[in-house]
């Protein structure tokens, strides 16, 4: 279903394995993370707060390079992955599907 996922954040390489190693609860995920140090990625995709600090941010990119959805939430709120599944599942069903599709429900007629 999906062919990459990269962690993008200004911290360094080595914040991340720190991170990771600190952090139970992503000590074993196998994406690939990477730094954008001088916020300059962020910049350009316009995500960066009043105070230097990207916002926490979404893009589902197609095989093509189109960005399919965005979203972008406020520094102190997390995202939810399965939503990001699900939106990724209904950006791939081949039909229109509602606010709330699951995979297997029909499509808005």
């Keep these: ?6 962690g993008i954040s200004p911290d360094n390489e080595y914040c991340k394995l720190a991170w990771k190693q600190d952090n139970e609860m992503i000590s074993d995920i196998s994406h690939i993370l990477a730094a954008d140090s001088g916020n300059e990625l962020a910049n350009i995709l316009g995500i960066v707060s009043n105070e230097n600090v990207p916002y926490r941010a979404t893009f589902i990119i197609d095989t093509d390079n189109v960005i399919q959805h965005v979203s972008v939430n406020a520094l102190d709120t997390g995202r939810n992955a399965n939503e990001v599944l699900r939106t990724i ?18 499509f808005v007629a």
């Design 1 to 6: 279903i999906v062919d990459n996922v990269v």
């Design 89 to 106: 599942q209904a950006l791939q069903a081949g039909g229109l599907t509602g606010c709330s599709w699951q995979p297997g429900e029909d």
